[in-house]
């Protein structure tokens, strides 16, 4: 009888500690299940400037993907849509964008774009607009006539590095931005871009060419061509240097992090010892946080 009770005891246990680990078999696999299916489920940031649209593809815990395009004013919806979901399955990822944000600083392409993760993605956009929750307050004159681009920068300096920051964007315009330690834009400078100056001076002088924007020899220069390179990348890193002078005295900052972005910052940032930090992506980067607050 016992020896009954005690095989009966023993089986008893056995289908416990099976049933046990088919229950751990199963929670285990439903973790795993999950995170693949976090994993699938990835951000797509756009950012719509003058020259360049920037695209990255966020997938929870790095960036699976970055895009520097040219900005084409007149592509329909249609072709940037074909253009977008042929990059996304470069990427191996044409089915797995769960959400997506724009900033745009060009009107009529801001339209486009929203159409286009409507009609290709099947994502309505969040879009960065002057009432969106950046964690960023503007404290301009009109912080409506701020552009989106601005603030979405100076959310992403805030992240990156708590603090007072001067955010240095080098593209279709250069711009500074003044970002103080309690996360406040505090205002702008505007200054034509490098590549915009290179254009004007071949377009408006009549003996003066195109030039490759790259450094001469010496700052003085000794023909045509090393006379204008001198002025662009040497005058642009001089100004620079004053204006980041100049916003640290008026900040009362002078220990204020100074970061470098844009598609042309690395042409200057050999010529310039005041760019402490280079962000090629920081727009992204401030899409993303900016996503994270909203969702």
């Avoid at 990255?56 to 253009?83: F, N, P």
């Amino acid at each position: 009888m016992a020896s009954e009770f005690t095989s009966t005891l023993s089986t008893v246990k056995s289908e416990s500690r099976v049933q046990h680990e088919n229950k751990n078999g199963a929670n285990l696999f439903a973790t795993c299940l999950l995170f693949q299916l976090q994993s699938s489920s990835m951000l797509l940031a756009i950012d719509v400037g003058n020259t360049n649209i920037t695209l990255g593809l966020w997938d929870g815990h790095e960036w699976r993907k970055q895009w520097r395009l040219r900005t084409v004013h007149d592509q329909t919806v249609d072709e940037y849509g074909v253009y977008i979901k042929a990059l996304l399955r470069e990427a191996e990822a044409a089915q797995q964008v769960r959400a997506t944000i724009i900033s745009s600083v060009v009107p009529p392409l801001t339209s486009t774009f929203i159409q286009v993760c409507c009609d290709y993605l099947g994502q309505e956009p969040l879009l960065v607009e002057a009432d969106t929750n950046t964690g960023i307050k503007v404290m301009t004159d009109t912080p409506s006539e701020v552009g989106a681009d601005r603030i979405v920068n100076a959310a992403a300096a805030f992240h990156l590095h708590p603090g007072n920051s001067i955010v240095i964007d080098m593209g279709t315009a250069t711009t500074f931005d003044a970002v103080s330690a309690k996360g406040e834009l505090l205002g702008v400078a505007i200054a034509p871009g490098l590549g915009l100056a290179a254009e004007a001076l071949s377009n408006r002088a009549a003996q003066l060419g195109r030039v490759a924007l790259e450094a001469p020899p010496n700052s003085i220069g000794k023909n045509t061509v090393h006379a204008m390179q001198s002025g662009l990348i040497f005058g642009y890193a001089s100004l620079i240097d004053g204006m980041v002078s100049r916003f640290k005295m008026e900040m009362n900052a002078f220990d204020a992090n100074v970061i470098g972005t844009g598609g042309l910052i690395t042409t200057i940032i050999p010529h310039t010892d005041v760019i402490n930090i280079v962000e090629p992506w920081l727009t992204l980067i401030g899409l993303r946080e900016i996503y994270r607050l909203n969702r």
